[in-house]
């Protein structure tokens, strides 16, 4: 039994050498900022949560990632659990209350409640669509403003580059009721037992729908010669329109600014979003993604083949069902 079940992801904290570089790259990527000091960057995007990236001045560095806690109840439970430092209040923008661990690898992990949403008039909105035959849009023109920035609505997801991805999956269940969605192993050679490549995995929200993994972790002995960090930060967007613009703003903008497409775009397999992978100034992978799929706690964790992505003609590693295939740089330990 988990000591408690976290109800969202929060937000990442990373920590860069140059906050005014950090500050343009999330800018272009479709941040708004929230304040600047010397040591700290705070970034927001269009929907209600004060920010979704944080960013600590410093050595190139992936600190840690926020849960929200469903009650204070559960905070200080979790506080007194033994892994989890003593309560302290945020002075971060709608402040709150949180508790601090180090995951197996080293990695932060801090959950938090009571921080208070921005007021917001009302959360962007799709257009309308005109799709399989659905007329949903008449007398309305689908406009958008060329060269804007992409719409965020919220922090959806990281991933992470683990030493040891059964033992770290084994450590968030018994936390925070982290649960495995899919993990992926492809077939061992006969006598030998299955690597896990990687574990797409999800909070336990019981019957209430969650996403397809708030938490992905692939092995750092496979792609990152040994060096647990970040993978990536993925942050969702309002739809797939935005996907592409911020793919054509920041393509745009790569050279200027030392960007660098990493994967895109596409869409996966494993959780099904449409996906464009990011590299900023400092190689930290960030995700811009929408459409994903959405589980309750009834479906049990499948295993899964990497490889078999279903063209036997044309097989590659790489959770593709359209668009590029997997960069060879995915992971690596440049983005850690
Ligand atoms: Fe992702």
Redesign the pocket.
């Known amino acids: 039994m988990p000591v408690i079940k976290v109800t969202d992801v929060a937000y990442p904290t990373l920590q860069c050498p140059d906050l005014d570089i950090q500050e343009q790259f999330l800018i272009h990527f479709g941040m708004h900022t929230v304040s600047k000091s010397d040591d700290t960057l705070i970034m927001r995007g269009d929907g209600p949560q004060q920010f979704i990236e944080i960013c600590k001045k410093g050595e190139k560095k992936f600190i840690s990632t926020a849960f929200k806690a469903a009650s204070m109840e559960d905070l200080k439970t979790l506080s007194k659990s033994g892994a989890f430092s003593d309560i302290e209040e945020l002075t971060t923008p709608g402040e709150g209350f949180i508790t601090k661990a180090k995951d197996p690898d080293g990695i932060g992990v801090e959950v938090v409640f009571g921080i208070k949403d921005r007021k917001i008039d009302e959360l962007p909105k799709p257009f309308p669509t005109n799709e399989g035959g659905q007329i949903n849009r008449v007398n309305q023109l689908k406009r958008f403003n060329k060269g804007d920035t992409p719409r965020i609505i919220r922090f959806?997801?990281?991933?992470i580059n683990s030493l040891d991805i059964e033992k770290s999956l084994k450590w968030y269940n018994e936390h925070l009721g982290i649960i495995a969605t899919d993990i992926l192993q492809p077939p061992a050679p006969l006598g030998e037992d299955p690597v896990t490549v990687g574990i797409f995995a999800r909070l336990d929200k019981g019957s209430t729908p969650t996403d397809h993994?708030s938490i992905?972790w692939l092995n750092a002995h496979l792609v990152s010669e040994g060096i647990a960090g970040l993978n990536?930060v993925?942050f969702e967007m309002l739809n797939i329109d935005d996907v592409f613009m911020g793919h054509e703003l920041l393509k745009r903008k790569a050279k200027e600014y030392d960007y660098e497409l990493e994967w895109g775009v596409g869409r996966?397999y494993q959780?099904s979003?449409i996906?464009d992978?990011w590299r900023s100034p400092f190689k930290q992978v960030h995700?811009h993604?929408t459409d994903g799929d959405y589980l309750d706690n009834s479906i049990p964790p499948q295993i899964l083949n990497p490889m078999d992505d279903g063209d036997p003609d044309y097989p590659e590693f790489g959770p593709s069902q359209w668009g590029a295939a997997i960069s060879e740089t995915f992971g690596n330990k440049e983005g850690t």
């Not at 959806?156 to 991933?159: C, D, F, V």
């Open positions: 959806g997801h990281y991933g993994h992905f990536h993925s996966h959780g979003q996906f992978y995700e993604q």
